[in-house]
């Protein structure tokens, strides 16, 4: 299996912290309930291979509780992001309120067996809740603390490109793939302007190129990106490519997210061991060359309705 060397890590925004290419997202193994066994392996073989990016959020019901439990013991290997706001069970406070931040970071705390998080998001808010400023105050407040090293926010559009203006917070994560392109446009120049650390989700686009059929559980999530896959007419013989879909897909998708200038991370989220070395392998081609990167521009631009979708948020 290939390795992500040290060479290969990019440097995350003005935080000082160096990150893979490829991270880990920890939606599907929460959310989905996966067998511990397997997240257990997932999480190891990338450790084991170079990932140094863990993402997770307190609203992915068992995810930080799992990956405590799995890779806690090997805490000092990566850097921890995860995220609140969204109400918690151990707490009445409304959602966004500084009270339930801290309830909630400090059920993280424990949850991922951490006395530091190294990131902390506010979990994809809106423009108004954020301007309001008491949630980012309060992860001030805990990084001044010591229980988080970084405040960011988790979102889209507007309300990212305010985010990534405000000097406390120096981390974004956002939407960008082959099938979600507008914040490359509306989203990127701000966040390389002001020096913050990008890592992306959704970055494989959910594997729109599936069938409907094979997605079980996570269909009506993945429904908007299989419609834009649909909608763009993306083919690999468009691309001038020949082979297996399963395998070239994900490939072109994950190189397509990486090729984007100021994209330091991408974190896939997978609940099984065996897409970490299709993955790994995927990073390890390195960016897509430039008319392959236009040409999946050009199909977005040119899908129906382009210009008035906002993506997913
Ligand atoms: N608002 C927010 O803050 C927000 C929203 C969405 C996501 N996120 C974060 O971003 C992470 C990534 O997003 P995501 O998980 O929604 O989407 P994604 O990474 O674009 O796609 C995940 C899907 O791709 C499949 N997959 C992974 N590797 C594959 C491969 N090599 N070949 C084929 N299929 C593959 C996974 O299924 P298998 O299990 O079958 O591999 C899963 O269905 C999340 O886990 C979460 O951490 C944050």
């Known amino acids: 299996m290939t390795t992500i060397t040290s060479e290969q890590r990019r440097g995350f925004g003005s935080t000082g912290l160096e990150v893979s290419p490829l991270g880990f997202g920890g939606a599907p193994i929460g959310l989905l309930e996966a067998d511990k066994d397997a997240v257990r392996e997932v999480l190891t073989a990338l450790l084991d291979h170079g990932v140094n990016v863990i993402d997770t959020a307190a609203m992915y019901r068992g995810s930080e509780a799992m990956i405590g439990e799995t890779i806690g013991h090997r805490r000092d290997e990566f ?20 009270k339930l931040i801290r309830a909630s970071v400090e059920r993280s705390l424990q949850n991922l067996r951490t006395d530091v998080i190294d990131v902390m998001l506010l979990h994809s808010c809106d423009l108004d809740t954020l301007k309001k400023g008491d949630g980012l105050g309060e992860l001030v407040q805990l990084r001044e603390e010591g229980k988080i090293r970084f405040v960011g926010y988790s979102g889209d559009n507007e309300a990212a490109v305010w985010a990534v203006a405000q000097p406390d917070v120096r981390v974004l994560q956002t939407s960008i793939n082959i099938c979600d392109q507008n914040n490359i446009d509306r989203v990127m120049p701000a966040a390389r302007e002001h020096n913050v650390g990008v890592m992306v989700k959704r970055p494989i686009a959910n594997a729109a190129w599936k069938d409907a059929a094979q997605y079980e559980q996570y269909k009506n999530y993945a429904q908007p990106y ?9 083919s690999l013989e468009m691309l001038g490519l020949e082979g297996d879909p399963a395998v070239l897909w994900p490939e072109i998708a994950l190189r397509f997210t990486l090729t984007v200038p100021g994209v330091q991370t991408a974190i896939v989220g997978t609940t099984r061991p065996d897409r970490v070395p299709a993955n790994l392998k995927a990073v390890a081609i390195g960016p897509l060359d430039d008319a392959t990167f236009e040409q999946l521009r050009t199909a977005f631009r040119d899908a129906d309705g382009s210009d008035q979708w906002d993506g997913q948020t």
Request: aromatic fraction near 6%; hydrophobic fraction near 45%; proline fraction near 7%.
């Open 79 to 98: 850097v921890l992001i995860s995220k609140c706001g969204h109400a918690i069970e151990e707490s009445d406070a409304p959602a966004w309120s500084p």
């Open 226 to 234: 299989v419609e834009r896959f649909k909608a763009m007419g993306l």
